[in-house]
């Protein structure tokens, strides 16, 4: 895709900064990232052969709180796309006001090409080097993208090893047998329904009559695709890394999570009724509502004055370019930012740290409950300062999220 995340991030910096009046010497420390560590992970392959693959931790800020974040494995992962999305962790948590900073981490890996066993070895050594700045107090891994409840069972064995006691607190998103909270996995996809339906009701919009459009068939796109299709809406063409499938009566969702659950791709498919389109077909796709879930910069300079969409809800991190974004604004496209779109994850991932703290746990009803207040609570924070100040929800929730952290900047003081 070209474009280098950090250099979006930290213009998106600047707009915001020129928008709040923010202070240029925190302009210039909101740019830079805390600390940010690069390891060589060796990893013995089945063979016996030696591969070494590279991985990154990045903090940003744990001015708020120890960092949380993600940890992401693709063959395009490299340490400004971790310094970015560490970037985007510290405006989410700070937007959804919850007591943590951001921080990301990846490792440079087609991971479908390991086998299990090289997977598991993998993220075994990957932890032991990044031990360091990892942990309850410090910095709280979770899933992204490729990397899953398995594996962060993996990192907090050996976290746990390296302390000779149990420490389930040290990352989110584990299965619920080993300290995991109960509804953390659909989380992100929960929070998208929720602020999806919060915009529709702003817009007056009846949810049930949209064509929706969803690109990404994995935890996040596949739950959401789930939940909507369930809640009897109708999504017409979804995606996933192979391309899509389009039907403009509504495709059978269910039967699609069943194929690809099975590690099928969507391109293998067989449906006669079915269209087969590519992943740039799918985003300029006639539609009302279109659901980015996959990787960032997917809507560009190149393609935005194409889209045929009312609402861009951001299910991914950094989907839309800011070049982008200033097409879709004077377009009249209503775009739900990423830090509030998809903060259902990061949202219930707090949830479990606190219940891992505290060794009790909750019900699926009150982790629900409290995902939906928090995130409505930012929802309708962010869409009364866009109206107030006639400007995109983007940079509304911004200005919210860094006038937070530069609050607690301020406050803190300068060390030393
Ligand atoms: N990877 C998810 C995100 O980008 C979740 C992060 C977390 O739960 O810490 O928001």
Partial sequence: MGLNPFEVAKKQIDIVAKEMGLDPNLTKYLKRVERALIVSIPVVMDDGTLEIYEGYRVHHSTVRGPGKGGIRYSPEVNLDEVKALAIWMTWKCSLLNLPLGGAKGGVCVDPRKLSKRELERLTRRYTSEIINIIGPD??????DVNTNAQIMSWIMDVYSMQKGR?????????????????????????????????????LNFNLKSQTIVIQGFGNVGGTIADLLFKEGCKVIAVSDISGGLLYSDGLEIDKLLEWTRQGNTLKDYNDERYKFITNSELLTTECDILIPAALENVITQNNASNLKCKIILEGANGPVTPEADKILYDKGIHVVPD????????????F????????????LDRINKELKKIMLKAFEEVYELSKERKIQLRTAAYIIAVSRIAKAIELRGIFP
Avoid: H
């Avoid at 410090?138 to 899933?143: E, G, K, M, T, W």
């Avoid at 509030?340 to 994850?345: E, I, K, Q, V, Y």
């Fill in 138 to 143: 410090i910095d709280i891994p979770a899933p």
């Fill in 166 to 202: 149990s420490v389930p607190g040290v990352v989110t998103g584990k299965p619920v047998e080993i300290g995991g909270s109960v509804g953390r996995e659909p989380a992100t996809g929960m929070g998208l329904y929720y602020m999806l339906e919060a915009m529709c009701e702003k």
């Fill in 339 to 350: 830090i509030l779109a998809n903060g259902g994850g990061v949202c219930v991932s707090y």
């Fill in 352 to 363: 479990e740290y606190v219940q891992d703290i505290r060794a009790y746990f909750w019900e």
